[in-house]
């Protein structure tokens, strides 16, 4: 199934009401905002993180305009020396490809095996902004449906205050 259709299609088994801009591929955030000027919602950063192992994936959604601190994430969470998971184990867990890593992705996570996290501070934006698994669209959902979202998949989320790395 067309990856945006799949998700269009649970949203609205869920009844959830959504907003979706078609625009040319964007690579970046800073690409997609381009075409989606003016329209509210936070644009959201999608981290696809693995521990040392990679024996555990974890999902973080955090403002786009947040840089994430590791040795915190790890400390917040007990993950054992996280970074960024791999294209390969990107592909097996979620079906997805580097770039359009998204909350959506959860639909091909089969295993139900991903760990998922919400950076507090996004919670209190109306509405969130996403790639539907493709990068030719730009997806908005109020905050709270996006937890419900995950929810109605099966899975827990935990919310982390992350402060910002000061690193950078």
Same mark, same amino acid.
């Given at each position: 199934?067309?990856?945006a259709k799949q998700?269009?299609? #649970?949203?609205?088994?869920?009844?959830?009401?959504?907003? &979706? +801009?078609?625009? *040319? %591929? =964007?690579?970046? $955030?800073?690409? =997609?905002?381009?075409?989606?000027?003016g329209i509210e919602?936070?644009? $959201?950063?999608?981290?696809?993180?693995?521990?040392?192992?990679?024996t555990e994936c974890?999902?973080?959604?955090?403002?786009? #305009?947040?840089?994430?601190?590791?040795?915190?994430?790890?400390? /917040? $969470?007990? =993950?054992?020396? *996280?970074?960024?998971?791999?294209?390969?184990? /990107?592909?097996?867990?979620?079906?997805?490809?580097?770039?359009? %890593?998204? &909350?959506?992705? /959860?639909?091909?996570?089969?295993?139900?095996?991903?760990?998922?996290?919400?950076?507090? =501070? &996004?919670?209190?934006?109306?509405?969130?902004?996403?790639? *539907?698994?493709?990068? $030719?669209?730009?997806?908005?959902?109020?905050?709270?449906? +996006?937890?419900?979202?995950?929810?109605?998949?099966?899975?827990?989320?935990?919310? /982390?205050?992350?402060?910002?790395?000061?690193?950078?």
């Amino acid at each position: 199934m067309y990856p945006a259709k799949q998700v269009e299609e #649970a949203l609205e088994k869920m009844d959830i009401k959504y907003q &979706i +801009v078609h625009h *040319p %591929v =964007a690579h970046t $955030t800073e690409e =997609a905002d381009n075409f989606i000027e003016g329209i509210e919602g936070v644009r $959201t950063k999608t981290m696809f993180l693995t521990n040392k192992k990679k024996t555990e994936c974890y999902l973080l959604v955090m403002d786009d #305009a947040k840089r994430l601190n590791f040795h915190q994430f790890e400390e /917040l $969470t007990g =993950a054992k020396r *996280p970074k960024m998971g791999h294209d390969d184990l /990107l592909f097996e867990k979620l079906g997805l490809e580097p770039g359009i %890593v998204s &909350i959506f992705g /959860l639909l091909n996570n089969k295993d139900h095996d991903v760990k998922v996290y919400f950076d507090k =501070a &996004i919670l209190s934006e109306k509405r969130m902004s996403f790639h *539907p698994n493709i990068n $030719t669209r730009t997806i908005f959902v109020d905050s709270d449906d +996006v937890l419900q979202f995950v929810k109605n998949l099966g899975y827990d989320y935990q919310i /982390l205050e992350l402060e910002e790395d000061k690193e950078f």
